[in-house]
């Protein structure tokens, strides 16, 4: 079952058109990746999924519902975390989830053991200080345990890395990765190796349309071929290699990269023939920061 779909959505901001026939789906329990570059639209689409702001044309299903603009029903499906949380500085963050608790409704022993179950999966059960000492990781972390708290079927993350260290971005994904048991993760990002580190399905917004989508594994198959990377022991054998062929291409150092498999062997054949000593040989699977470039032109 599909947890959110979005069909043939479009949304303008005067004559400036953001989102052009977005169609996608994102499949139950899994974490989402929704790549663009900053400012392709992806904010936009999320407050559109949230009933936030009005579509121009299309449809939007949370868990088969759809989406109203204002007041939408479908948000009791959703939790959600901004790029920039917002709290109240003077409570702790037992105090926190319970406020939250209380003002949607869920009985206090619930409010009490879900708290408690959360600040566990973030990592803040034994936090006692008050949220305004917290730094922008902890903040991170409290914000999706809030998101979770009332057992939400789909769990939307606007850029929740993005101004995070690398040990704080680890913390986070660790988190949103174990919070596939429990949810749908819609998880976007404009950084890539975090969508390799834990999403199983993604799509590229390029120019406010769906350029790629599909699995991890399909995507890298469906585009550039992997590439061959030639390490040699002497920088000064580099230029007799591209003088003669002139489809390798320098990769810093000694080293040279190879497009295409297909030529390995008679780039070998030379080497051994001049007998060229070779430090490393090396096939490189395509990254997806490759074919994002290639997507976008760059």
Do not use: W
């Not at 299309?58 to 204002?70: D, H, K, M, P, Q």
């Not at 919070?179 to 399905?201: N, P, Y």
């Not at 390029?206 to 550039?224: D, F, N, P, W």
């Amino acid at each position: 079952m599909n947890m959110l779909n979005f069909f043939h959505v479009q949304k303008s901001f005067g004559a400036k058109q953001v989102l052009r026939d977005v169609t996608f789906c994102v499949p139950e329990h899994t974490v989402f990746g929704f790549v663009g570059q900053n400012g392709a639209g992806k904010t936009t689409a999320m407050k559109l999924a949230l009933g936030l702001l009005p579509m121009d044309k299309g449809e939007i299903l949370v868990n088969g519902e759809a989406v109203r603009y204002g007041n939408t029903v479908t948000n009791r499906f959703v939790g959600y975390l901004p790029d920039v949380p917002e709290f109240y500085s003077f409570l702790t963050p037992a105090e926190y989830l319970r406020f939250c608790g209380e003002i949607t409704g869920m009985p206090d022993r619930e409010i009490m053991l879900r708290s408690e179950e959360m600040l566990q999966l973030v990592g803040l059960d034994k936090e006692k200080r008050r949220i305004k000492g917290f730094s922008r990781g902890m903040k991170q972390r409290l914000g999706i345990a809030q998101a979770l708290l009332n057992r939400p079927r789909l769990l939307i993350c606007d850029e929740p890395t993005s101004a995070l260290d690398p040990a704080g971005r680890k913390e986070l994904l660790d988190i949103l990765a174990a919070a596939k048991e429990q949810t749908t993760v819609l998880f976007s990002t404009h950084i890539l190796s975090d969508v390799e580190h834990i999403c199983s399905e993604l799509a590229f917004l390029h120019k406010g349309k769906i350029a790629l989508k599909g699995s991890l594994t399909e995507i890298k198959s469906m585009h550039r071929a992997a590439a061959t990377e030639l390490e040699l022991e002497r920088r000064e054998d580099i230029k007799a290699l591209m003088h003669v062929f002139s489809y390798l291409e320098p990769a810093g150092g000694s080293c040279l990269r190879l497009g295409n498999p297909e030529r390995l062997p008679e780039v070998l054949h030379f080497l051994a023939d001049g007998r060229i000593p070779i430090q490393r040989i090396e096939r490189l699977e395509p990254t997806l920061e490759d074919l994002f470039m290639e997507v976008i032109g760059k």
